[in-house]
Every structure is written in structure tokens, then in C-alpha cells.
Nanobody, 123 residues
Framework: QVPLVESGGGLVQAGGSLRLSCAASGRTFSSYTMGWFRQAPGKERLFVAAINWGGGSTDYADSVKGRFTISRDNAKNTVYLQMNSLKPEDTAVYYC????????????????WGQGTQVTVSS
């Protein structure tokens, strides 16, 4: 089990920034790929970004590439998503998730999920 708790969501104007955090429990955090997904109302949950266990490899959806940065601190059992130049279309509930695989964007390959944090970007 890898319990995950997201924080850092909120309301921001277009062009602004937010940093999401996801804190994990357990001693196996550093062995997992960590990902961020998002789900807008009435839409499916979509891949945003992922980082491998050591932090040396990252993957981004085209829609956020160049604006979002994923990072992790294994000493703190925490993964981050820095979101810059936010757009109204970034509005969604953001979820962090853990997987034993890397390079897979399918949510079905992620084993553990947080409860989500709301991000709202006003125009």
C-alpha cells in the first residue's frame, strides 16, 4: 500500500502558477514511478506527467509540456507538480498516482491513487 495525499490546489488567474504536492506513506515510495493525472467535469481522467523512481526521467502530456514540471524528493516521500502559465483549460481535479512501471500513460497501470485536489483557473 502507498497512501497518497495531494495538496496545493486552489483558484488562480490565467497566467498564474501553482505547485501541487503529493505526500506518500511507506518505505517503498522511492521504488515507484509517480504520475499526475487530471479530470475535468464530465471528462475522463487524463495523463499529465510522470517521473521515474530516481527522478532522472520525466514524461509530459503535450498539453502541459514547457509549462509544468514534475519533480520528487525521495527523502521526503513527496512528488511535486509545478504549474506555470496556467490556462482556463487546466481547470480540473488533479490526482497523483503510483505505478511499478515507467513510460506508461494509461491510468490502468497505476496502482495507488490520492483523493485529488481541485485546481481552478479563471480567465
Amino acid at each position: 500500500q502507498v497512501p497518497l495525499v495531494e495538496s496545493g490546489g486552489g483558484l488562480v488567474q490565467a497566467g498564474g502558477s501553482l505547485r501541487l504536492s503529493c505526500a506518500a506513506s511507506g518505505r517503498t515510495f522511492s521504488s515507484y514511478t509517480m504520475g499526475w493525472f487530471r479530470q475535468a467535469p464530465g471528462k475522463e481522467r487524463l495523463f499529465v506527467a510522470a517521473i521515474n523512481w530516481g527522478g532522472g526521467s520525466t514524461d509530459y502530456a503535450d498539453s502541459v509540456k514547457g509549462r509544468f514540471t514534475i519533480s520528487r524528493d525521495n527523502a521526503k516521500n513527496t512528488v511535486y507538480l509545478q504549474m506555470n502559465s496556467l490556462k482556463p483549460e487546466d481547470t480540473a481535479v488533479y490526482y497523483c498516482a503510483a505505478s511499478q512501471l515507467y513510460g506508461i500513460r494509461s491510468k490502468s497501470e497505476y496502482d495507488y491513487w490520492g483523493q485529488g485536489t481541485q485546481v481552478t483557473v479563471s480567465s
